[in-house]
Every structure is written in structure tokens, then in C-alpha cells.
């Protein structure tokens, strides 16, 4: 599989505020990778940046290698909807389409079939001031899907939605990367990802926190790990990370070991002399796993 999109040390501040800081990960075509993290994480500051909205102070964010504005055709290369997707109210929904259809010079049988891939085949000729905020969103994606692109980013695409539009937005992503394409799904609810990702990039306070398999990365529902306190958390921690451990600290005296058995991590204790107060296997659930990677960020 190929790499669609590649963010390398990516940094950006606004003032006193490190919104993204060294961020690095991959996005494969083929796969839906998630891009998880609280309100304020900077994900859609990452994306502004990919997206060349945002110029970053340093790092790179590329598509196959190239910068956003190097594409020659980029709505036909990559579909986005951002957070704050905005129609002209007066329009219908196929006008809007049409507007955006001769900006990049993709051809108008291209609207029908969107319209039909979004379910507003219907609703098309209705003015979109007096669309729900679910057929918003509907009309976004479709405006994104126009170029028949390799790549779909879209920036909390459940916000406000009632179930069965979020089944729908399952079902959408799911089919998109089945057809080979490459698709990013930002958002700060583990919850309403978890059942359509392969991927998952976790990211708080600017920071990566984690990236890979939502399976390897938190487990498939429930994961057994090793909980061990000490007073001396953080040199036991570094032990461990040598021995290329997962490891997460509670920034008190616990740690949470993903991956390796009680006996593994007791065995490297003993061999340090690092002294143990508590070594047991704990079983977490996958929400668990998240938040433990992410509640630094307050």
C-alpha cells in the first residue's frame, strides 16, 4: 500500500499557544485512519496546514510528496470538509454543486452522481437555507466526492448528527476505502470512529501521543495490560521503553505497560533493582485506552 499523505515534524504556534508541535505520521491508501484527539488538540490546525490554509513554522504536510498548492488539479486529487463548511443559503443544493463543478472543471454528470452517493438526489433542487444540518453535511461531502479524488479529509463529520447519520458516514468511509482511496477522519469522539477506522493517529496538546493499527494502538474493545506502581515511575519507565515497550504514565507513581505481561515487566524491575509497590495485569476498555492517552490535556 501506498502512502497518500505524509505530515513530517509539522509545527505551528499562535502566540503563547504550541498548537502542533513535531508532529509526524502517515496516512495509506486503502485504509480509514482516524485522527483522535480532545477538542483543542490541534487537529484541525494540522489539516489547515496539510489543506495550505495554514502555513506552518515548520515541517512539511504533502500529498504523494507534493505540497497541497504543487497539485495540478487538487480538488481532483483530494476531497475535504472542514469543520466549518459554509453554503450560500439563496443557492439549491445543485447549484452549489454547479458553482464548485466549473471551478474545477469536472464535468456535470459528476453532480447526479454525487447527489446519489449522498442520498440528496431529492433534495437537490431545494434551497439549502432550508436543509437540516444533516443534509449540510451531506451536500459538503458530495461537493468533496466531485473530483472522484484519491484522498477524503473530513474534520468531525458526525458533529450534530443524529445516528443513522452516523451509520451513514460509517457506511461512506468504509466504501471509499474499499475503492483504494486514502480517507483522514478527524475527530474528538474514540466512540463514533472506532467501528469504521483500521488506523488510528493520536495526538493531544499538539503532541503525538500514538499511531497504528486500532488494535495495536488500543486494543480491540477490551486489551489486557500490565499496571505496575513504583516510586520510581519514570527511570522504570524509560527501562521498559528501552526494551521497546508501550508505556504510559499517570505523571504520579503508576504506569501502564500495553502489550507485555506482569512477568516481562517484573523481570526488568528485578534486574534493575527497581523496587515495586503494585505489579498486576488489568484489562481496559478501548475508551479507557484513549483517555489515558490523551488526559494531560485539560
Known amino acids: ?144 466526492l466531485l473530483g472522484d479524488p484519491d484522498v477524503l479529509i473530513l474534520d468531525e463529520p458526525t458533529n450534530g448528527l443524529d445516528p443513522p447519520g452516523i451509520r451513514w458516514i460509517r457506511q461512506l468511509v468504509r466504501a471509499q476505502a474499499e475503492r483504494g482511496r486514502a480517507v483522514l477522519i478527524s475527530s474528538h469522539l474514540l466512540s463514533e470512529v472506532a467501528q469504521s477506522v483500521d488506523d488510528v493517529v493520536v495526538i493531544a496538546a499538539g503532541t503525538l501521543r500514538a499511531q497504528g493499527g486500532l488494535e495495536d494502538v488500543l486494543g480491540a474493545g477490551q486489551e489486557t495490560i500490565t499496571l505496575v506502581r513504583t516510586a520510581a515511575a519514570e527511570r522504570l519507565r524509560r527501562l521498559l521503553e528501552a526494551k521497546e515497550m508501550v508505556v504510559e504514565h499517570d505523571g504520579r507513581d503508576a504506569l501502564y505497560v500495553l502489550g507485555s505481561s506482569a512477568e516481562m515487566v517484573g523481570a526488568i524491575a528485578a534486574e534493575h533493582r527497581v523496587p515495586l509497590v503494585e505489579l498486576r495485569p488489568q484489562e481496559r476498555s478501548l475508551e479507557e485506552a484513549f483517555l489515558a492517552l490523551t488526559e494531560s490535556q485539560r
Open 1 to 144: 500500500m501506498r502512502t497518500a499523505i505524509e505530515i513530517e515534524c509539522l509545527s505551528k504556534r499562535f502566540r503563547s499557544v504550541q498548537a502542533v508541535s513535531d508532529l509526524t505520521f502517515t496516512v495509506t491508501s486503502g485504509r480509514v485512519t482516524g485522527f483522535l484527539g480532545p477538542n483543542g488538540a490541534g487537529k484541525s490546525t494540522t489539516l489547515r496546514m496539510l489543506l495550505g490554509l495554514t502555513r506552518p513554522d515548520r515541517g512539511t504536510a504533502t500529498f504523494a510528496g507534493r505540497r497541497y498548492h504543487e497539485l495540478a488539479d487538487p480538488s481532483s486529487h483530494v476531497g475535504a470538509v472542514l469543520e466549518q463548511a459554509s453554503f450560500h443559503p439563496g443557492r439549491t443544493g445543485r447549484n452549489h454543486l454547479r458553482v464548485l463543478a466549473a471551478a474545477g472543471n469536472h464535468s456535470s454528470e459528476r453532480i447526479d452522481d454525487v447527489l446519489d452517493q449522498v442520498d440528496l438526489t431529492a433534495a437537490a433542487n431545494r434551497r439549502v437555507k432550508g436543509y437540516s444540518m444533516g443534509m449540510r453535511q451531506r451536500l459538503a461531502i458530495a461537493a468533496a
